[in-house]
């Protein structure tokens, strides 16, 4: 009997201490993106170009788009669709994300980033901040998941618990509703606002 | 029949004049029992009266004013003689708004001085919660605040006039919870009674709350009166810095009873003046004078009695039900006056009591047949769908045999009190109308032919003219206060009439819930091996359907495209809506649209008192629903109700792209149109019938195919003529103006009755139709004469009134008297001496 207790709270321990890296883990791993980017914003001296540019390395190695691109679809529309549908899909999606945070970049002033320390959600892990501008807080959630090829990746954003995936999951889902996906594809490529 | 007739002559003898006092004192404290009834008479004009209560869209209003809670209110405009935004002016508009406040059961007052201002200096919006600036606010500026009233989507046009220079003060009232619990209540009964599953205890219940609701309507019209009162009092105190006005639909309805009730009065009194006059110069007689005007009386007083006894409610559609029964009394009367008159002539030996049971004796067939006839006109009505309409035909059933049978009562009691008169003069020889009519006719026949054709051919194109179309604006004369207020409104506030389009962007809720899940949850999930990909994700399929992510930039594309169509319809003023909201909060965002994000964030962030007052009224995410409240220009001349009605709708379907189930317009302007086209089309059918029933009636009076179908035509040559007139002068067919057809046709059967059947005795004499023709002028022609002399002046008076429908009653009603008396002195005789209904007859020469 001593030995089943002994077992059972060596693996416990084992299991926090499993969880406690992990959180560790995201903490450092965002801490460290965003630090960067906030130093490229800060960097007076960049061109808008090499602005983006900077930022996108970041980004890019930070978010996993391609998750981000199929989680908008959602098991309702994403296993639907066709390979070629599923890459033209992801790669409009990818530009559009892309470039809508690049253009937020633009309302950067004085903004400081503040850090709360990160909370386990079910498998996935919650970087929660706060974006601080004299008596403004803006609060900001990054959502991350364990990729098994790249580790840590958001897969979601959360700006005043509004999340992006879900609105554009909304809007996503209401083209699709009454339309196809040719007809989603081609608002895509317009690039009218979705 | 004779022995008959002598049988009920002798009764009447007997029992009536044997005992005219007793028989006048019975009958007197009958009409003063229903006298005291009377004080339980209502005029109702609300709004309630003027819609179908099974229409399908008064259900949808009733829902679409639930779920967005519209409240009633008025407006008070604000004309400056100095600058709106003068510090003097702004501090009147205050004290007024604060005096208005202070009114009782009024909730709350608004003014422009209320008006959140966001770029007066440019706040954030998340700053709105705690910081909302307003031209009270010590920081306001009112430079930028003069300009963004001017520019503001919301404010302009709405809470200021285009040019500044007017304002509007909203005054707020209650949300009747009462009335409307009961009102439901009644719906539900009201739907059990038709199905016939009401039990014998829910009967009694629904009869507590029909007498309820009445009492409860009757408390609130009171009360709404007196705030309006009380509001003109408050306004009439700031006359003297301000041009001021009131407007809205509930002062509408208020004024609509105060000038009918005004009408009533002043009218009534100047009907009853012009009576007298007229009596006086056709029979130069006292008596001629009180015994008509006490039967007219008498008559009226018991009907009102009725009226209270049953709870029927005098509607602006029934609202000439006193004027119409007025008519038919004096109708009778008259008939009695020149029958006795004819009578005491021809009998100079006789008795006063002889000749006046002779007058009664030989004039109660065709005044029973008159008034069979003319009720069987009105008992169409009652086939109508329309309840106001129903009790109408049901008023005028229940007049027209109260008249009969007053009139056949007091006229015999009241003249045996008098001596006989010896010899009267024939006041005709003045002016010999009906000798000239029966010239005309003898020599003129087949130009009366033409003639009648022609009227015939002007009236039916006059008809094809005819428009169902009228404006609340239209009832009223230009220079009263009440058109004058409702003009202002309209041209610079935004238009008076509202209109409510909703828009469903998807199906309900439930079954889109329900597919969603059948789609994801089981079958595809299982199917596909990359379910488990989403299956640490399922945070998005519970939060997907979160309010904030209802306000997709793609639906708010739609709702600015649909704001932008309605606001550039000519004949809409103010449209507000979400598209309204997102144009401020656009300003905000530098004047680009906002996109999903930002949306979803806007609504997260939007304090919930603001939601409150720039969502909830326009948003039913619940109901997956966009609302756009919009006020209809009344007084637009180019506005077709029911065309533009039909046409938001196909616009909406075809260019909009939304299925038909999905677009609902609602409000007064629809009740109002559906009303109206109900009406026009029940009139259409219910005269349809009413021709009908009076051929019936004509062939079970006549016994004759050839006589029934040469009545009818005088009486179609009426109506004809009065509606033709209406759609040549562009009179439109409103719930007022169309009951002038029933009426025309209740006068025109009048004259066809009494004169075909003395026709009919008068050709027995000597089977000479000329000859017959001349004496039935002479006699019952005389009376039809003086009939329609002294009502067509008696209402002459009514175009003198500020209320337009009295005027077309007036004007319409003398029209139809006189085309209906011509019509029966010239194309009737003609007829009947063309066609020879009554056999062949017999050369005077040879006789």
Redesign the interface.
Known sequence: MKTWILIFLSLSLFSSTVFADELSEVDHFMKEKLSTVMKVLENKSLSKEQRDAAVLVQINAAFDFNKMAKLTLGRKYWPGLSTTEQTRFTSLFIQRMQASYLEKLDLYTDEQIAYNPPIRVNKNVHMLTELVSGDNHISMRYKLYKSKESGWRVYDIELEGVSIITTYRSQFYEVLDKGTINDLLNKLEQADGM | MKTSRSYSANLFDKVVLGRPRLILFLILIAVSFLGTQAKKFKLDASADTLILEDDEDLQNTRTVVSRYGEQDFVVVTYHPKSDLFDKVTLEHIDNLQSDLAEIRSIERVTSLLDMPLLESPKIPI?QLATKVITLRSSEVDKKLARIEFKNSPIYHNLVVSPDLSTTAIQVVFPADTKGNDLLKRRIQFRKKEREGTLSPSEKIEYAGVRAALSQHNETMKQLRHENIAAIRAVMDRYRSDAELFLGGVSMVTDDLITFIKSDLKLFGIGVLFFLIITLKLIFKNLRWIVIPLSCCFLATLAMVGFLGFFGWEVTVISSNFISLQLIITMAITIHLIVRYLELAEANPKASNREIILETVASMFKPCLYAALTTIAGFASLVLSNILPVINFGWMMIAGISVSLLLTFLIFPIALSFFEKVEKQKSSHKVFPLTSILARFTEHRGPLIIVISIGALVFGLTGIMRLVVENSFIDYFKKSTEIYQGMKLIDQTLGGTTPLDVTIDF?EPKENKTDS?ET??SSD??D??D??D??G??D???E??D?D???F????M?RIKAINDYLDAIPETGKVLSLGTMLKVAEKLNDGK?L???KL??LY??LPADMRTLVLDPYVSVEHDQARFSIRVRDSEKTLKRDELLKKIRYDLINQFGFKEEHVHLTGMLVLYNNMLQSLFDSQIKTLGLAVAALIFMFLILFRSFKLSLIAITPNLLSIGIVLGVMGWAGIPLDMMTITIAAISVGIAVDDTIHYIHRFKHEFEVDRNYMAAMHRCHESIGQAMYYTSVTIIIGFSILCLSNFIPSIYFGLLTGLAMFIALIAAMTLLPQLIILIKPLGPEVELKQK
Request: no cysteine; proline share 3%.
């Open positions: 998340k998807g969603v789609a994801g595809e999930a199917t596909f990359e379910g990909e989403f640490d994700f945070e998005f399929e939060e997907g979160a904030k992510y209802w997709t930039s793609d639906k594309a649209p996109d999903n994000f979803a964030l997260s962030e």
